[in-house]
């Protein structure tokens, strides 16, 4: 079994940062990219910012130049910092993994799957 747990969540005024933190755990036997999206009430899930296991980002325009993500892979951990945060950030965070479980490799089954995490409100607001 592969567990995605998310914390950081929380609520601060505009201006203000926050840090998620998405730690995976479990069988895994390979880590690819990981990442997070946000999803508002009546919207589509977006992706926010994403990282390959070689440390390529890309983000949404609508955050670049205020969040940063970055992994430790010795953790299987990813990470977002954001920064200058503003009230339409707003949302529901989830991150995601795409990896491959020893489970998948058993069964022989070569490519890797998307896991979730249980996601985390942020709320910027004053």
């Known amino acids: 079994q592969v567990q995605l747990v998310e914390s950081g969540g929380g609520l601060v005024q505009p201006g203000g940062s926050l840090r998620l933190s998405c730690a995976a755990s479990g069988s895994i036997f390979s880590m690819n990219a990981m990442g997070w999206y946000r999803q508002t009430p009546g919207k589509q899930r977006e992706l926010v910012a994403r990282?390959?296991?070689?440390?390529?980002?890309n983000y949404v325009d609508s955050v670049k130049g205020r969040f940063t993500i970055s992994r430790d892979n010795a953790k299987n951990t990813v990470y977002l910092q954001m920064n200058s945060l503003k009230p339409e950030d707003t949302a529901v965070y989830y991150c995601?993994?795409?990896?491959?479980?020893?489970?998948?490799?058993?069964?022989?089954?070569?490519?890797?799957?998307?896991?979730w995490g249980q996601g985390t409100q942020v709320t910027v607001s004053s």
């Open positions: 995601y993994a795409a990896l491959l479980s020893h489970s998948a490799v058993e069964s022989g089954t070569y490519s890797p799957s998307n896991y």
């Open positions: 990282i390959t296991d070689g440390g390529s980002t």
